[in-house]
Antibody, heavy 129, light 111 residues
Framework: QLQLQESGPGLVKPSETLSLTCTVSGGSISSSSYYWGWIRQPPGKGLEWIGSIYYSGSTYYNPSLKSRVTISVDTSKNQFSLKLSSVTAADTAVYYC?????????????????????WGQGTMVTVSS | QSVLTQPPSVSAAPGQKVTISCSGSSSNIGNNYVSWYQQLPGTAPKLLIYENNKRPSGIPDRFSGSKSGTSATLGITGLQTGDEADYYCGTWDSSLSAGAVFGGGTKLTVL
């Protein structure tokens, strides 16, 4: 079955750029039925959506992080990636990648984003000097 | 401050029923499907309910979801100690960001 696995440094220095990659196995990232997303969870706190991407490269970012976030996709490697620049201690969190299912919206005639149906195990990233 | 509002905690005895509320607005819950996630201690969130009231394969029918207006509710019947977890509601916002929003999470304690 489809699996997602996050990878990247567990420790990043303040003001530097956090870089993570999510590798998709057991299925194609190029499926037109899904988006792909990043969500983070600071220690002891709730979930925060960072952004999502479609295999074509269309991106959607959390307005509070938009100026620092870049999400990209590499269909040849079946991966998508997250870059978060100018990090501070507030960016310390477990970072999850997830698949986003879609449904057909008859009112708009478009496929709309639905739920985060498959999640990676998460990777802890600490921002500290 | 989360966009969606959930109670911080709920509790009930084994075998009993519990409900968890999730309140939003017309730009999110009011015009989009709601999903619910279960996060057991030390693990990644897991999808419990999607499209307001549908269960993914493998999720027991003890878990149910409903939506009315700008609020949604997760119900769990026949509580088990293994249901102790954090539960999050989520949906999408129809504003310019078109992004996902979550509730702050509810800690379920099975007494």
């Amino acid at each position: 079955q489809l699996q997602l696995q996050e990878s990247g440094p567990g420790l990043v220095k303040p003001s530097e750029t956090l870089s993570l990659t999510c590798t998709v196995s057991g299925g194609s990232i190029s499926s037109s039925s899904y988006y792909w997303g990043w969500i983070r969870q600071p220690p002891g706190k709730g979930l925060e959506w960072i952004g999502s991407i479609y295999y074509s490269g269309s991106t959607y970012y959390n307005p509070s992080l938009k100026s620092r976030v870049t999400i990209s996709v590499d269909t040849s490697k079946n991966q998508f990636s997250l870059k978060l620049s100018s990090v501070t201690a507030a960016d310390t969190a477990v970072y999850y990648c997830a698949r986003v299912s879609t449904y057909y919206d008859f009112w708009s005639g478009y496929y709309s984003k639905d739920a985060f149906d498959i999640w990676g195990q998460g990777t802890m990233v600490t921002v500290s000097s | 401050q989360s966009v969606l509002t959930q109670p911080p905690s709920v509790s009930a005895a084994p075998g009993q029923k519990v409900t968890i509320s999730c309140s939003g607005s017309s730009s999110n819950i009011g015009n989009n499907y709601v999903s619910w996630y279960q996060q057991l201690p030390g693990t990644a969130p897991k999808l419990l309910i999607y499209e307001n009231n549908k269960r993914p394969s493998g999720i027991p029918d003890r878990f149910s979801g409903s939506k009315s207006g700008t609020s949604a509710t997760l119900g769990i019947t026949g509580l088990q100690t293994g249901d102790e977890a954090d539960y999050y509601c989520g949906t999408w916002d129809s504003s310019l960001s078109a992004g996902a929003v979550f509730g702050g999470g509810t800690k379920l304690t099975v007494l």
